[in-house]
């Protein structure tokens, strides 16, 4: 058990969300499932803590202030270790599925057809933990 709870606080999920309450809850979520978190309020600080911290998996709005989320996306995926990273798409529009198909993001979820848990579950699969 001791572990399991180690290897967890070793992964690094960067939440990118503009929205402080949403993006606290789901901090709050998975730091109580023992992970370490990163948090960014829009996509130019996003990029630059992903490429600073390399975090094992990134939370990602779409519509984000500064640089929106498809932005942070391209820049992501032109680098060697962000073509590698699972991103997980946090947005308010089913429309932009196709958007997660493009940069080839581990996992889409609308706003509103979520609970903090799925979000939890998913991060833990692509962690393949």
Request: cysteine-free; glycine content about 4%.
């Given at each position: 058990?001791?572990?399991?709870?180690?290897?967890?606080?070793?992964?690094?999920?960067?939440?990118?969300?503009?929205?402080?309450?949403?993006?606290?809850a789901?901090?709050?979520?998975?730091?109580?499932?023992?992970y370490?978190?990163?948090?960014?309020a829009?996509?130019?600080?996003?990029?630059?803590?992903?490429?600073?911290?390399?975090?094992?998996?990134?939370?990602?709005?779409?519509?984000?202030?500064?640089m929106d989320?498809?932005?942070?996306?391209?820049?992501?995926?032109?680098?060697?270790w962000?073509?590698?990273?699972?991103?997980?798409?946090?947005?308010n529009?089913?429309?932009?599925?196709?958007?997660?198909?493009?940069?080839?993001?581990?996992?889409?979820?609308?706003?509103?057809?979520?609970?903090?848990?799925?979000i939890a579950?998913?991060?833990?699969?692509?962690?393949?933990?």
């Amino acid at each position: 058990m001791f572990n399991n709870l180690f290897n967890k606080l070793k992964k690094n999920i960067l939440v990118v969300e503009d929205d402080e309450t949403l993006r606290g809850a789901i901090s709050d979520k998975l730091r109580s499932e023992g992970y370490a978190v990163l948090e960014a309020a829009d996509g130019s600080e996003a990029l630059r803590i992903a490429f600073e911290n390399h975090p094992n998996v990134i939370l990602l709005d779409l519509m984000l202030p500064i640089m929106d989320g498809a932005e942070v996306l391209s820049e992501l995926r032109k680098d060697a270790w962000g073509a590698k990273i699972p991103v997980i798409i946090v947005s308010n529009l089913p429309d932009d599925r196709e958007l997660g198909k493009k940069y080839n993001v581990y996992w889409y979820v609308v706003k509103s057809d979520w609970k903090l848990a799925d979000i939890a579950l998913k991060v833990k699969s692509a962690l393949k933990e």
